[in-house]
């Protein structure tokens, strides 16, 4: 943290107050000049903090008053690059991990192209079962480059992002990315994990993030139970 950009350290901090919902939708968040006296910063440096909070979708700028914060979206944005979390909100996800990340070798089937240093470095692979409102919602499988990610096999990911992991500890940010989706029957475990139906169609996913990091993008296998819950996606 202490290496990290002064923008940056207040942009983590607003962000999080926001997913907390200690800034509530339709609320001001502090004036560029409080936040400047506050946490004595200059004001390009406020502003960059605040911009990026509006990429994120979790505030809009508006002349003559302010930074108001957004309503989170009702439906679920595994489509969009700011990552599931972000998406609902902290206070409705809850992450069961399935498996631990581990160090191992790439599938020798893969769904996208790896770059050489992708292939040579191995990848960190990680399992997990996101519920909202206590349903399991989703099932996800990841991908990591084995790349400068330093006792990332050794760090918690029980109810916590992986992007907010990886974007605090490790600067890694989503720039943009690729997906493919299907609808397809799921086999027996996908039935059990999901606490499906027979015969109840899931949305499978694959997809490449790309990130700000040369040769290192994340990829993603999703199993999405839509009976109750629609998505969106913005790119």
Same mark, same amino acid.
Request: proline share 6%; net charge positive.
């Given at each position: 943290?202490?290496?990290? #950009?002064?923008?940056? $350290?207040? +942009?983590?901090?607003?962000?999080? *107050? ?10 001001l968040l502090p004036s560029e000049n409080e ?8 004001? &390009? ?25 957004? $309503?989170?979206?009702? *439906? =679920?944005?595994?489509?969009? !690059? ?9 206070? +409705? ?7 631990? &990340?581990?160090?191992? #070798?790439? #599938? ?8 050489? %240093? ?20 989703? +099932?996800? !499988? ?27 500890? +490790?600067?890694?940010? =989503? ?9 397809? =029957? %799921?086999?027996?475990? !996908?039935?059990?994990?999901? *606490?499906?139906?027979?015969?109840? #169609? ?5 997809? $490449? ?12 296998? =999703? ?13």
């Open positions: 943290m202490d290496n990290m #950009p002064q923008y940056r $350290k207040l +942009y983590e901090l607003l962000r999080k *107050n926001i997913l907390n919902g200690i800034y509530e939708e339709g609320s936040l400047c006296a506050v946490h004595g910063m200059t004001r &390009p440096t406020v502003r960059h903090a605040l911009d990026s909070l509006v990429k994120d979708g979790l505030i809009i700028k508006k002349q003559g008053k302010g930074s108001i914060v957004r $309503k989170p979206p009702q *439906n =679920i944005g595994i489509l969009s !690059i700011a990552g599931t979390a972000s998406a609902i909100g902290v206070r +409705y996800l809850r992450t069961e991990i399935l498996q631990k &990340p581990e160090i191992r #070798p790439w #599938p020798e089937e893969f769904p996208f192209e790896l770059s050489e %240093p992708e292939k040579e470095a191995g990848c960190i692979y990680m399992e997990r079962l996101r519920f909202v409102d206590g349903q399991p919602v989703f +099932y996800d !499988i990841n991908h990591l480059p084995n790349l400068n990610l330093p006792r990332l096999t050794s760090r918690s990911f029980e109810n916590k992002s992986l992007f907010e992991m990886l974007r605090k500890h +490790y600067q890694v940010e =989503i720039l943009g990315g690729e997906q493919k989706l299907k609808a397809i =029957i %799921p086999d027996r475990k !996908i039935k059990r994990l999901l *606490n499906l139906r027979n015969r109840t #169609p899931v949305l499978y996913i694959e997809r $490449k993030l790309i990130t700000n990091k040369e040769a290192f993008n994340i990829y993603s296998t =999703i199993y999405f139970n839509s009976e109750k819950h629609s998505i969106y996606g913005s790119f």
